[in-house]
C-alpha cells in the first residue's frame, strides 16, 4: 500500500439510511471508529447536499459520494464540477462506457475531489455475464482489469472492485492508484436477502491489497454497530501487510 493509513482510516462506513435522523444517529455513534462515510442514492436523493453537512457537523471522517455517475460526458463534467464544492473526498463514475467518461475526472484534478471508477458491481456474478452479451469464456476479473487500467489511464484517482481482482489489479496498475472494495462479509456477519455475489471478508481484502473497504450492513445492523465497526478495524490492523 503507497499511501499509510490509519486502521480505522481504510474503514469507509457505507451510510445506507433513509433520513437524516437515521444517519445523524450512526455518524455520532461511529464519529471517531471510522475514516470515512459514505453517502449513497437512497439518502443523498432524500436529503440532498445538506447531509454532507450535517456529517461534518458531527465528524471528522472523510465522506465518499457515492452516486455512481452514469450520463453523456458533457453531463458528468457538469455534475463533478457541482460535487467539488460539496467538500466530499471521493465520487464516483461509471466506467461501462469507456474513456470518454472516465476522463471527466480531468475536470475536477485541481481539486481535492478524487474520482473513482466503478467496474463491475459486487452483486453481480461471473454466471451472469452471458446474459448481459459477454461471451461465454469472458472473465470477469478481466473485464475488471482492463476498466481499471482505462480509468487508470484516464486520470481516475483508483476503482472500485470486489475482492477476487484486487491483486490483478494492484499488480498492473501499481500501489498509486486506490483500490476500494465493498462486498465485504466479516465471517462473524449475518445478512438476511444479501444481494452481494464477489463477497470477501475484511482480513482477505486487506491482505490482497485493498486501500479501502466499504461496510454497510454487517456495521448498520449489527446489534451494536460501535462493537462491530471496531472488530473490523482490528481484524484490519492484524491483517495489514
Ligand atoms: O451493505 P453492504 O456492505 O453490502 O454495502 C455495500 C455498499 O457499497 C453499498 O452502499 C453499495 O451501494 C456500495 N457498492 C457496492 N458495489 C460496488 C460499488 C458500491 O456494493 N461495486
Redesign the pocket.
Known amino acids: 500500500m503507497a499511501i499509510s493509513l490509519d486502521s480505522k482510516d481504510r474503514l469507509i462506513f ?1 451510510l ?1 439510511v433513509q433520513d437524516k435522523n437515521e444517519a445523524q444517529r450512526l455518524v455520532k455513534l461511529l464519529q471517531n471508529r471510522v475514516g470515512c462515510f ?1 453517502v ?2 437512497e439518502l443523498f436523493v432524500k436529503e440532498g447536499p445538506e447531509i454532507l453537512k450535517l456529517i461534518k457537523d458531527y465528524s471528522p471522517a472523510d465522506i465518499f459520494l ?1 452516486l ?1 455517475l452514469h450520463d453523456i460526458p458533457a453531463t458528468v463534467r457538469g455534475a463533478l464540477k457541482s460535487a467539488e464544492k460539496l467538500g466530499a473526498k471521493y465520487i ?1 463514475i461509471h466506467s461501462t462506457e469507456g474513456e470518454a467518461i472516465l476522463e471527466t475526472s480531468k475536470e475536477v484534478k485541481d481539486s481535492s475531489l478524487e474520482v473513482l471508477a ?6 453481480l456474478h461471473q454466471s451472469q455475464l452471458c446474459k448481459l452479451g459477454f461471451e461465454q469464456t469472458t472473465k470477469l476479473s478481466d473485464l475488471v482489469l482492463d476498466r481499471a487500467l482505462k480509468a487508470q489511464q484516464s486520470g481516475c484517482a483508483g476503482i ?3 475482492g477476487e481482482e484486487i491483486a490483478k489489479v494492484k499488480q498492473k496498475c501499481g500501489d498509486d492508484f486506490k483500490v476500494i472494495v ?4 466479516p465471517e462473524w456477519s449475518k ?1 438476511s436477502a ?3 455475489s464477489r463477497i470477501t471478508t475484511p482480513r482477505k481484502a486487506i491482505q490482497a491489497g485493498a486501500d479501502l473497504i ?7 445492523d449489527a446489534n451494536n454497530p460501535d462493537e462491530a465497526a471496531q472488530k473490523i478495524v482490528s481484524e484490519i490492523s492484524n491483517s495489514a501487510r
Do not use: E, M, N
Open positions: 457505507a445506507d459514505k449513497g442514492l457515492d455512481k464516483t466503478v467496474t463491475f458491481l459486487t452483486s472500485i472492485c470486489s465493498p462486498g465485504i462479509r445478512i444479501d444481494d452481494q466499504v461496510v454497510g450492513r454487517p456495521i448498520r
